[in-house]
């Protein structure tokens, strides 16, 4: 564990036994803040350069909002926690060769968005912002925390065609559970922890963990669903992409991978391969009574872990 680290969660845990209300409010404020924004790597730069780029006001945030061709056939490309929209450079020529419009944001406190902390409802919020601005969506691409974001705002409203949901985390309250586990919380501080998210972040929400959860009501979702996952997530557990499979049964196609971890899934020209197939079977009629055709590598970690190498 970085020592920096284990300092923050020794210190949160010495302060719960005095009080663990005191304990849980400093963990409460950590875990709503992204911290470090991530930088436009080198290999991201001439994409992230050719996006136009416009911005948006989330919860009185300004939020930076980008888009790469004319506005046809938008697909929504949701980046995760500590990371931004230039994570995708790798997928957006693709998608263009297809004749969609990428469109992304920098989620608040996130790339070269406003604001210190961010949450799954300002997620929400600038999802619906970009369907006012863009129309229903042809497909939504998600990573990780913004695979919980887009089925929250499928379920209330947001249209597309199809999803990608890429090393997603499907169950709510692993959050927290991870969060606490990262920085070796005791379990009285991740009580208190949770216990603030459901009373000051989603007060008057029945039920937080299950109405957040991604595999909550499968029917309010009725799309044709990939979801990817490496076998090795050390982040997101392979178990997350599991619930989404049961949850929605034949709609769900999941391709696994070996090797590639959490984030290096999402720029593996293998994984890339197979999301633009997916999405191009929109257009070639390759779907079949709702379900998505097999694809090169699918159920296969260790044919789509070697194939990207």
Known sequence: MDPAVALIGSTLNATSLLSPRAAGRAAFEIFLRPGRRGRVRPAEREVHERAVTEELTVHGKRVVAYRWGDGARPVLL????????????????????????????????????????????????????????????????????????????????????????????????YLPARFAAGLGLHARVERELRRRIEQELFAGTDDVWEHFDAAHDPAAVPLPILAVHDEGDAVARIGQAHRLKAAYGDRLELLTTTGLGHSRILTAPAVIDNIVGFLGEARTGGVADGRPGARAGAGSGAAAGAAAG
């Open 78 to 173: 949701l980046h995760g926690w500590q990371s931004r929209a230039s994570r995708y450079a790798a997928l957006i020529p693709r998608l263009r060769a297809l004749g969609l419009t990428p469109v992304s944001f920098d989620a608040p406190g996130h790339g070269d968005s406003g604001g210190r902390t961010t949450t799954i409802l300002e997620y929400r919020e600038a999802i619906r912002r970009m369907q006012d601005r863009y129309g229903a969506f042809d497909s939504v691409v998600a990573h990780s925390f913004g695979v919980t974001c887009a089925f929250l705002a499928l379920r209330e409203g947001a249209r597309a065609g199809r999803l990608v949901a890429v090393a997603g985390v499907s169950e709510f309250g």
